[in-house]
């Protein structure tokens, strides 16, 4: 079974500044990929960035970065530049194999103008 | 990237009545595709992943004979929703899966439809 975890409901952040979204997961699965999808007001879902298990260093894009911890099961979001844009639910996700993702609760941004 | 339709976007019922929910996937082949509910606030629930020309396998709690799931061709699958009740009423967001196996996760998710039951 997997576990997604966000323990932060809320997070906000000055216009500029940078901030940290947390997420834990759990899986007994050696071979899985994980992502950050951002949920703006539209409710569309977009893929923000992804990260693959096997893979040591840390996806990029653009301003958004992540922190992967394998051995800790840790897989931070990091957003530098924040923009007003950026304000969205953010939902941290697991996948293994052929198998679907699985969604943390997610964590609702807010960036301060 | 790859782009997934849904329709309606919006839709309002009469409770007792059915509604279908149409997602297609417009520039790809969707071997698979995932239909989800999402409660205010709260993160997606998968409801049931459908493979074209085969029965959905639906998630746990689910009732199969209540969401009905149709994938009969590789861009298009149909959720419907038979004698809906205003406790059916939610956002229902369709997700489709590039490749058969979709290792790398190249899963895209349609813009969703709210449901409304009176």
């Known amino acids: 079974a997997q576990t997604v975890t966000q323990s932060q409901p809320e997070m906000s952040v000055q216009e500029a500044e940078t901030v940290t979204l947390s997420c834990t997961y759990d899986?007994?699965?050696?071979?899985?990929?994980l992502f950050w999808y951002k949920q703006p007001p539209s409710r569309q879902m977009i893929l923000v960035i992804r990260q693959e298990a096997y893979k040591q260093q840390n996806a990029t894009e653009n301003r958004f970065s992540v922190n992967f911890q394998k051995a800790a099961k840790s897989f931070s979001l990091k957003i530098s530049d924040s923009q007003l844009g950026d304000a969205a639910m953010y939902f941290c996700?697991?996948?293994?194999?052929?198998?679907?993702?699985?969604f943390g609760t997610g964590t609702r941004l807010t960036v301060i103008p | 990237g790859a782009v997934v339709s849904q329709h309606p976007s919006r839709v309002i019922c009469k409770s007792g009545t059915s509604v279908k929910i149409e997602c297609r996937s417009l520039?790809?082949?969707?071997?698979?595709m995932f239909w989800y509910r999402q409660f205010p606030k709260q993160s997606l629930m998968l409801m049931a992943t459908s493979n074209e020309g085969s029965k959905a396998t639906y998630e746990q709690g689910v009732e199969k004979d209540k969401f009905l799931i149709n994938h009969a061709s590789l861009t298009l699958s149909t959720l419907t929703v038979t004698s809906a009740h205003p406790e059916d009423s939610s956002f229902y967001i369709c997700?489709?899966?590039?490749?058969?196996?979709?290792?790398?996760?190249?899963?895209?998710f349609g813009p969703g439809t709210r449901l409304t039951v009176l």
């Open positions: 997700s489709a899966r590039v490749g058969l196996a979709g290792r790398r996760g190249g899963q895209f």
């Open positions: 996700a697991c996948k293994t194999g052929a198998n679907n993702l699985f």
């Open positions: 899986t007994s699965e050696s071979d899985y990929y």
């Open positions: 520039d790809f082949q969707a071997t698979t």
